[in-house]
């Protein structure tokens, strides 16, 4: 076997006892039966010559043993074959086989096998984000580069992106400031600092183009009813979208006015997957005025630099009108509707005609009567409470039944009788006397 040991690249080890024990020659207890296992060696390789180099070492191993295999391999191990072992250039499945037989004295294990695999096309990846992504530069092995002439102006071609520095100031041309070298990716200085980038970033068949920032251009309001009655209830629903696409996540103000009071934010909720979100009102007792307002930080620096609003969408509230007659007396009594407000009274002539015959005002408790003896008969009335900023107008019918009036009778008058004149007294009385002579 050879001796020479010029090229074994274990000089450095050259006073090692472990490397002059495997440079010294073999001893005939080491060499015994050589040939026989270099000829059982010589035979497998040519008969896997043949089948082929896909398992030699398992296959060698197979045919004389895995004691054979790895005395072999102890045989073999001397002179410049030791020297591949602990530099790791023998083939792989010989190379395992010292490891195996080896390892407790330091060979090393064979490398893995890597994998044939086809070498991935390069694709263009989008600019990166100048604060939170790698740049294509930063990704960049080192190149060698030319000092730029005077008023030469060409930048490096690169078929990636652009640079985060170069994204920020909005140009390609390099920087001739040393600093603005290295923080591109180039040896000679500490590299700046850089973003999260997403798992695989190294390899550029691996890089997943980042999802554009979702901004909110539009936001949409609807509301389930347009009028209520006082103390109803409705639901008010805003939809957040970016230039036609639904957008999830959104942070969503609802904001109310209430007759002439200014804008009040009043509640806010967070789209879902359908880019709506859904807001109770409550109990309404007045008409309100609804909006939605959503806060756009298009910076991303946590202020808002734009209010985006909605449409405004009015809930009117409706009092709750009753009327009732007793006789000719119409009483009227509303809940929603405050104290001295008008009541309006109208009736229906026999022509169809609508025409108004008296206007009341709402007490404390909301109530108003009207007499409606000046007409007989079956009347058509109509009452109304006219609208105010807190509440709509609302109307009723009423057919009221006002019974006529009984005619005056006449009295008779007393026939006058005449009086009677004094009546001469009878004679003979005691009031008269007679008087006789002789």
Not at 255 to 284: C, H, K, M, N, Y
Not at 367 to 394: E, F, K, M, N, Q
Request: hydrophobic share 35%.
């Amino acid at each position: 076997m050879s001796t020479e040991h010029d090229d074994d690249g274990l000089d450095e080890f050259a006073d090692s006892d472990l490397v002059r024990a495997l440079r010294a020659p073999g001893t005939p207890d080491e060499l015994a039966g050589e040939a026989r296992f270099v000829a059982a060696f010589r035979d497998a390789h040519r008969t896997e010559a043949v089948r082929g180099r896909a398992a030699l070492g398992g296959r060698v191993a197979g045919r004389i043993g895995v004691g054979g295999a790895a005395l072999l391999a102890a045989v073999t191990l001397t002179g410049g074959v030791a020297a591949a072992a602990y530099t790791r250039h023998l083939p792989h499945p010989v190379q395992v086989i010292a490891h195996d037989t080896f390892g407790a004295v330091g060979v090393p294990p064979a490398p893995p096998v890597a994998p044939r695999t086809k070498a991935p096309r390069p694709t263009a990846t989008p600019d990166p984000d100048p604060t939170t992504g790698e740049s294509a530069d930063e990704r960049r092995p080192p190149q060698p580069t030319r000092s730029a002439g005077p008023g030469d102006q060409r930048s490096p071609r690169s078929d990636g992106p652009t640079s985060a520095t170069s994204a920020a100031t909005g140009t390609d041309a390099p920087s001739t400031d040393p600093a603005a070298g290295t923080a591109s990716g180039f040896p000679g200085g500490p590299t700046g600092p850089t973003g999260p980038t997403s798992p695989g970033s190294d390899d550029p068949s691996t890089d997943v183009p980042a999802s554009p920032a979702v901004t909110p251009t539009r936001v949409g309001a609807t509301a389930s009813a347009r009028r209520v009655t006082t103390g109803g209830h409705a639901t008010v629903t805003a939809i957040v979208r970016d230039h036609g696409e639904l957008v999830e996540g959104a942070e969503v103000w609802l904001l109310q006015r209430r007759g002439t009071d200014g804008w009040t934010r009043t509640a806010s909720a967070v789209t879902g997957e359908d880019g709506s979100a859904i807001f109770a009102t409550g109990p309404l007792t007045e008409t309100t005025t609804f909006r939605f307002a959503v806060d756009v930080d298009e910076d991303a620096d946590g202020d808002p630099d734009r209010v985006l609003s909605s449409r405004k969408r009015r809930i009117g509230v409706q009092p709750l009108l009753t009327l009732s007659a007793a006789g000719p007396i119409l009483t009227v009594h509303a809940v929603g509707a405050g104290a001295g407000e008008a009541v309006t009274v109208s009736r229906r002539t026999a022509d169809g005609r609508v025409v108004r015959i008296g206007i009341r005002r709402l007490d404390d408790q909301g109530s108003a009567s009207y007499d409606l003896s000046s007409y007989p008969g079956r009347v058509r009335v109509l009452v109304r409470i006219l609208r105010t900023s807190t509440h709509t107008a609302v109307r009723r019918w009423i057919t009221v039944r006002v019974p006529r009036k009984a005619p005056p009778t006449a009295t008779p008058t007393p026939t006058p009788t005449p009086s009677t004149s004094p009546s001469a007294e009878p004679s003979g009385t005691a009031s008269s006397s007679t008087t006789t002579g002789s």
